[in-house]
């Protein structure tokens, strides 16, 4: 069952990375202290709020800042395989 506060304490517990994106760009992953700051300050919305969007369980999730905007790259198990889902931090758009 989804509970959206121990996602939200993985996200957060989560070390982030760099996740290679669509493009061939690169996302600059934000520390944990950034991301909570974003969150807190509106910039992103928080982690729980995009599962619908995510389209299966998320197992990771980094908010990582691309193309000049904050991003949600998340590893989602869906149909029993992990597939990668980009989704807009503020709007909760999917973008991969």
Do not use: H, N, W
């Not at 992953?29 to 700051?37: D, G, H, P, T």
């Amino acid at each position: 069952m989804f509970k959206p506060r121990r996602l939200a304490a993985f996200f957060l517990l989560t070390v982030s990375l760099c996740v290679p994106l669509a493009g061939g760009a690169a996302a600059a992953c934000l520390s944990q202290a950034e991301a909570r700051q974003a969150v807190s300050s509106g910039q992103a919305r928080p982690l729980g709020s995009m599962a619908g969007a995510a389209g299966g369980e998320i197992v990771r999730a980094d908010l990582c800042e691309q193309g000049g905007r904050l991003v949600y790259v998340l590893s989602v198990l869906s149909g029993g395989r992990v597939v990668q889902r980009v989704l807009d931090a503020r709007s909760g758009k999917v973008l991969k």
